[in-house]
Every structure is written in structure tokens, then in C-alpha cells.
């Protein structure tokens, strides 16, 4: 047994001596695949972390930049609420000398209830119309009509092609075409993804030109296909220096609208401005709900203003006086509309002549009689508000 015993140690000691050095090498190498697999989901992790990192600078960036801009946008809104302010108690001031030199017709009627308009003025400043510039916020200029005022940095024919052109519409608006001539027909597709503000309401908008001045204005119709009141839009531009201004008017809005329709173009305009910029535009939905806030404010402020100037009488509540003073303010608005319109043609013909001269005299007497002419558009379209007012006191 003992002979056995020595046999067989023997044959191990033999079998270890043999298989020590491929065991040793096994056993390295495995440890060697395991630090390696250690390390390689070490790597993962580290680049996972850096990955995180860098979504959250990004987020940090955002956060801080959407602060900076709504910061803004509470200041200026804090502007236009000071200013609404201001109006509203110029226009109680005015309510309440309307109401005193009414009294007489209130006594001569013999009645107990009688209807007051505050005296509309020859020249009428409403809300946003004279006010200076000092933001790029929306202006209300009465209960159905807004306009927007921005200075854009491109020369006025590339501002016009991004307006009117198929190609630019899609880049800062919508899909679609504006055929450039009077009736002619406008089409436009919002994509529904990039604003699905618009989605199941007015994701599709039909129009027709009404007027159409090549590189100065252009208006037309927009609402829903087959709708019975569309609103109007217009959009007016002029040159400054090697930029353009834009001003955009959209009117016959109803006032439950007003708000989400103000920060709809806030937001297309600014994806139109970093356009014509070579910048990267704002998100359009991200730029509209860090809006929307503050039209819903200024919009509530303002057509408490807006109602005080012009409440709602008819010509048979009105005394037989109260009757003739609105119609004769009626008819120094229109006489003054003519005026303005015989003038705003006397410009675009001298206008026209002066683009034949290529003097560095006459462009500059030319851009200085197309701002006047702005101007003029924008008295004109003021008393048409007017005019459309004082027509409705008197039904």
C-alpha cells in the first residue's frame, strides 16, 4: 500500500511540475480579461457621466437664458401696464367731461337712462399708435387689432422675399403661397408638430390680397377655409440704412384671441429676425408659451382702457345734439382720411420720380419721404378705426 501511495505521489508531483506553468498563465490571463472588462465598463460610466454633463450644462444654459428673457419681458410688460394705466385715467378724465356736458341733453330728454360716448378727438391716440418703440412687444391699438413694430437686419428686397416668397414663407412661417397681385389668392399650412398651438384650430389659412404695394405693403385676408369672418393682415415696410422696418397689423381679431394671436406672431417674428440674421432661431412653441403670459396680462390691462374710450350706445338712446356732434366728428374723420389719402398718392408719385434719379441727394429725400408715407399709412389705417367707431355709435 505504501509502495501505491509513493507511485502515485510521485506521478502528481510530476503532473504539478508539468501543468504549473500553463495554470499560472491561465490564471493571469483571466485576471488580466477581468481588469480589462473592470475597465471597460469603468470607461462607459465615465463616459456616461461626462455625456449627462454636458445635457445638464445645456439645460443650466437654457434655463438661464429663458430667465434672462422672461425677465425682459416682465419688464416691458410692466411698461405697457403703465402705460395702459395712463390711459385709462386720461380717458376717465375724459369720460367724466363727456358725461358733464351731456347733462343738458340727459335733462331735455326727461329720461333716467342716458348713454355716453367720451368725444372723440380729431386726433385720436389709441393705444400703440404714437407711442415710441421701446420694446419689440406687440401694441394693442384697440379691442380688435394689434400691431407689431421691428426693425429687421436685411436690406428691404430680401425682408419682401421672406414675406411674399413660397421658398422664405416655410422658414420663419408656414408652408404655403401668396399670389402677388389684387385678389389674388393666399395659402398657408402651419406644420402642427413645429406649433401645435395650432393644431384643430387654424392649422390651415385662407386669404385674398386687397392691396399690394411691391417693396412697401401688402394686405390681405386670414382665417379658416370656408370661414365667415376672416381678420385681416397687413404688413408695411421701409427702409433704414441697410435695414428694414416691418410693421405688422393684424385686425378684426375677437378678444378671446387677442392674446394667443399676439404671442403667436411675438414668436414668428423672432424666428424671422434671427432668419434674415444667419442666426439660429428660437424654438417657435418654446418662444410662444414664454410669451403668452404676458399678452394674456397686457391684453386683460388693456381692453379695460380700450372699453372706457368707445362703449356701446345706439342712435335712439343718444340725444338729438349728442346725434349731430358724433355725426359731425364722423365727418371731419373722413374729410381728414381724404386729405391723407390725396397725400399719401402725392408721395408714391414723387416717390416713384425720385427712383429714377441715382443721386446719393435723391435717395436720401426719397427714404425720408417713404417714412412719411409710413406715417401716412398709419394715420390712415387709425382713422379708418375711428370712422368704423363712430359709425357704429350711430346705429
Excluded at 10 to 19: E, H, N, P, T
Excluded at 53 to 58: D, F
Excluded at 319 to 345: F, G, L
Amino acid at each position: 500500500m505504501e509502495g501505491i501511495l509513493a507511485v502515485g505521489g510521485f506521478w502528481l508531483f510530476l503532473i504539478a511540475l508539468v501543468m504549473k506553468k500553463p495554470l499560472i498563465t491561465y490564471l493571469e490571463n483571466k485576471k488580466s480579461k477581468g481588469v480589462q472588462e473592470a475597465d471597460s465598463k469603468l470607461m462607459e460610466r465615465v463616459h456616461a457621466l461626462e455625456g449627462s454633463m454636458v445635457t445638464v450644462g445645456k439645460d443650466i444654459q437654457e434655463m438661464k437664458d429663458t430667465s434672462e428673457f422672461a425677465h425682459k419681458l416682465m419688464i416691458d410688460s410692466a411698461q405697457q401696464i403703465a402705460e395702459a394705466h395712463k390711459l385709462l385715467s386720461k380717458n376717465s378724465q375724459d369720460l367724466a367731461e363727456a358725461q358733464r356736458l351731456l347733462a343738458t341733453a340727459k335733462h331735455e330728454a326727461g329720461t333716467t337712462q342716458v348713454t355716453v360716448i367720451a368725444q372723440a378727438k380729431e386726433e385720436p391716440r389709441l393705444i400703440g399708435t404714437n407711442a415710441p418703440m421701446i420694446n419689440e412687444l406687440g401694441k394693442i391699438i384697440d379691442d380688435s387689432t394689434v400691431r407689431f413694430e421691428r426693425l429687421l437686419p436685411a436690406p428691404i428686397e430680401r425682408v419682401w422675399q421672406y414675406l411674399t416668397s413660397s421658398e422664405c414663407l416655410p422658414e420663419w412661417l408656414a408652408e404655403g403661397s401668396i399670389d402677388q397681385r389684387f385678389g389674388g389668392k393666399v395659402k398657408l399650412q402651419f406644420d402642427v408638430d413645429e406649433t401645435p398651438e395650432r393644431a384643430g384650430k387654424g392649422e390651415n389659412i385662407e386669404g385674398t390680397v386687397s392691396f399690394i404695394d411691391p417693396l412697401r405693403a401688402l394686405a390681405f385676408s386670414w382665417g379658416e377655409p370656408g370661414s365667415d369672418c376672416p381678420t385681416n393682415v397687413s404688413m408695411q415696410v421701409s427702409e433704414v440704412g441697410d435695414q428694414t422696418t416691418l410693421v405688422l397689423t393684424h385686425s378684426q381679431l375677437p378678444a378671446e384671441a387677442m392674446a394667443e394671436a399676439m404671442a403667436g406672431w411675438h414668436a414668428h417674428l423672432d424666428v424671422l429676425k434671427a432668419r434674415l440674421a444667419d442666426a439660429t432661431p428660437p424654438a417657435f412653441s418654446k418662444r410662444f408659451k414664454e410669451v403668452l403670459q404676458t399678452y394674456v396680462a397686457i391684453v386683460a390691462t388693456t381692453i379695460v382702457a380700450t372699453t372706457i374710450i368707445a362703449q356701446p350706445v345706439s342712435a335712439s338712446s343718444l340725444s338729438d345734439d349728442s346725434y349731430v356732434a358724433i355725426k359731425t366728428q364722423r365727418s371731419r374723420a373722413a374729410a381728414k382720411y381724404d386729405a391723407i389719402a390725396r397725400d399719401a398718392d402725392d408721395l408714391k408719385r414723387r416717390i416713384a420720380d425720385l427712383k429714377r434719379d441715382n443721386s446719393a441727394e435723391s435717395d436720401s429725400a426719397r427714404g425720408s419721404l417713404e417714412r412719411k408715407l409710413d406715417s401716412e399709412y398709419r394715420d390712415m389705417k387709425d382713422l379708418e378705426l375711428t370712422i368704423r367707431d363712430l359709425d357704429n355709435a350711430m346705429k
